[in-house]
C-alpha cells in the first residue's frame, strides 16, 4: 500500500476526531436556584430569564421541573444539557414505571442518579453545564440535595446554585429554622430572590415557586413579580 493509498484512510481518521465536539462554553444560561426545606415540605424557586451571554435575551425559561411523583428538579447553566438532563430523568422515570411494582424512585435515588451521569460526562471531558438542586418527600422524608457540573453533591436543609451560594445562602444561614411555616418559607425565597435581582446582572423579576408536600402533593405556585 503506497502513500497515495493511505492518504483517504488518514483524511477519514483526522476528520472522525475533527468532528468530536465537546461544549467549550455555555450558550443560553440560566442564573440562581435556591431550596429549602419547611415544616411541610420542599419549596424551590428560581427565575424564568435566560441570558445569551451577557444578553438576557429570555424571560419566560422554566427552569423548575417536576420528576416522577416524588421529586422536583432546578438547574442553572445551559439550558440545552438541562433538556439533555430531562430526556435522561423522563426515560429513567418511565422505565421505573414500566416495572409496575407499586414504587417508585424518590428524591435520594434521582439525585444520586445525577451525581453519577455529572460525573461519568465530567470524567469523559464533556461536562453537562449545570449545576442542580433536586428536592423531594417521599413517606414523610423530606430530601434536599444539589450535585454541580464536575458531580461534586452534598445534602443540605437549604441550598442554592449560582450567585445564590455567595447572596442567597448567608441569609439562610441566618434565618432558616426547622419549623417554617409554607408562608415564612415562601417570604423568605422572596427575600433571596430579591436579593439576586438587585446584584445579578441575569436576574428577572419572573419567579417560579414549586412546593412538594408531606403527603407527596405537588404544586406550582407559577409566577410572582418581585
Not at 435520594?108 to 460525573?119: A, F, I, P, S, W
Request: aromatic share 10%; net charge neutral; proline share 3%.
Amino acid at each position: 500500500m503506497n502513500l497515495a493509498d493511505s492518504t483517504p484512510a488518514m483524511n477519514s481518521l483526522l476528520g472522525s476526531e475533527a468532528d468530536s465536539q465537546r461544549t467549550l462554553y455555555p450558550y443560553v444560561t440560566g442564573t440562581s436556584v435556591v431550596g429549602i426545606k419547611y415544616k411541610d415540605g420542599i419549596l424551590l424557586a428560581a427565575d424564568m430569564g435566560g441570558s445569551y451571554g451577557s444578553t438576557l435575551r429570555y424571560k419566560t425559561v422554566e427552569r423548575l421541573k417536576p420528576v416522577g411523583k416524588h421529586s422536583i428538579i432546578g438547574a442553572s447553566g445551559e439550558i440545552s444539557d438541562f433538556q439533555e438532563i430531562m430526556r435522561y430523568l423522563d426515560e429513567l422515570i418511565l422505565y421505573d414505571n414500566m416495572w409496575d411494582d407499586g414504587n417508585s424512585l424518590g428524591p435520594k435515588e434521582v439525585h444520586n442518579y445525577l451525581t453519577r451521569v455529572m460525573y461519568n460526562r465530567r470524567n469523559k471531558f464533556n461536562p453537562l453545564w449545570n449545576s442542580l438542586v433536586l428536592g423531594g418527600v417521599k413517606n414523610g422524608q423530606k430530601y434536599l440535595g444539589t450535585v454541580n457540573m464536575i458531580g461534586v453533591h452534598y445534602e443540605d436543609n437549604h441550598v442554592a446554585t449560582g450567585f445564590g451560594n455567595h447572596l442567597a445562602r448567608p441569609i439562610l444561614r441566618d434565618e432558616w429554622h426547622e419549623n417554617l411555616t409554607f408562608e415564612e418559607g415562601v417570604k423568605l425565597l422572596e427575600k433571596c430572590m430579591r436579593v439576586l435581582l438587585y446584584r445579578d446582572r441575569s436576574a428577572v423579576n419572573k419567579l417560579q415557586f414549586h412546593v412538594l408536600l408531606y403527603l407527596d402533593l405537588y404544586c406550582q405556585l407559577g409566577l410572582h413579580v418581585v
